[in-house]
């Protein structure tokens, strides 16, 4: 990977080669995803393999807001992490090129149809430019129009890989459909997901009433309990029957998680999975053709920790493993 940002003169060539744009100390120079290169005009978005992207948007919360500070808390947070998954053994940035790609620009900012269609026409930009999005939101209402723009890049309906403890399957909300408990019902009727390869993962919690849509659109839904009553490895073995074969995206919402390892969220669940479970299961996706993920609902607000942050920033390491191994098998075939 090429040195071109002119902090690494006296660097021994060698080392340059093993660390690349990370050859400096972590705590230095400015904050960007996983310490990836900025690169935030589209012009310059030729040759990059995944790009990550924030949404700093969080107009679609049914009650505390705050993750719209998601994406900063994250760049920060994954200055922490490394080049190497050491129980895969994937190295992402060999089999990838990857970039921060900096904000998805939002004018819509009082304006929540404008602001879900300013992103979808971002993730249009992105996809034309032939770059795989890895995102970090954000409340989960930009997850659809991240959908809308991938499914049409991808001429179908993608399946899902949901984790979460809400289904996000609601009905139109104060006479609104746009807000962060309704975004797969949407993504549904607009023809950008598919629900019969939607798995949805860590379900608990008194909103059930609210997912009648998930049971009769036919998606596949996995409660709290009954995660732990199969087991991980036959919910990895269910999430991969589900999505198939099919272009597929991953969704990570922090609540999913326990609220000891992830409080900084505006509507935590207690009685969660674990961040050991989290990454098992993640890391169970390896072969599928994943060609998006994001994390969502980082509330830094709520976070004075940073634990939610660092546990956020990991999960969007496991997923970027995932999406460069899907790009490297691509370039080799
Ligand atoms: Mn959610």
Redesign the pocket.
């Known amino acids: 990977m090429s040195s071109d940002n002119g902090n690494d003169a006296g660097v021994p060539d060698e080392r340059r080669r093993a660390w690349g744009e990370r050859y400096r100390p972590r705590y230095s120079g400015v904050a960007t995803f996983m310490r990836c290169r900025l690169h935030e005009e589209p012009e310059a978005w030729s040759g990059i393999d995944v790009g990550i992207v924030g949404v700093p948007f969080d107009g679609g919360v049914t009650n505390r807001p705050g993750a719209r500070h998601g994406p900063r808390h994250l760049r920060e947070q994954s200055t922490l992490m490394g080049m190497v998954n050491h129980q895969t053994g994937v190295r992402p940035y060999d089999l990838a090129k990857v970039a921060d790609l900096g904000d998805a620009p939002i004018e819509g900012v009082y304006r929540l149809d404008e602001a879900i269609a300013d992103v979808e026409r971002h993730y249009d930009r992105i996809a034309a430019a032939g770059v795989v999005p890895l995102t970090a939101g954000g409340d989960?209402s930009i997850t659809l129009p991240i959908m809308r723009a991938l499914g049409k890049a991808h001429g179908r309906p993608l399946g899902l890989i949901?984790f979460?403890?809400?289904c996000?399957t609601g009905p139109e909300l104060f006479g609104h459909k746009h807000h962060?408990?309704g975004?797969f019902k949407v993504a549904v009727e607009d023809g950008a997901l598919d629900p019969k390869r939607t798995i949805q993962i860590g379900i608990r919690g008194p909103a059930e009433p609210l997912w009648g849509f998930s049971y009769e659109s036919g998606m596949t839904v996995i409660h709290i309990e009954e995660l732990y009553a199969m087991g991980i490895p036959a919910v990895v073995e269910k999430a991969r029957e589900v999505a198939g074969d099919g272009p597929t995206y991953v969704?990570f919402?922090v609540?999913?998680l326990d609220p000891v390892y992830a409080p900084g969220t505006g509507t935590p669940e207690v009685g969660g999975f674990t961040t050991y479970e989290a990454q098992q299961m993640l890391r169970g996706l390896r072969g599928l053709d994943v060609i998006a993920g994001d994390v969502?609902?980082v509330s830094p607000p709520f976070d004075p920790s940073g634990t939610t942050g660092l546990t956020g920033a990991q999960m969007m390491f496991e997923i970027l493993c995932l999406l460069a191994e899907a790009v490297g098998r691509k370039k080799d075939a």
């Open positions: 989960h949901h979460d403890a809400h996000d962060h408990g975004p969704s919402d609540d999913g969502v609902e």
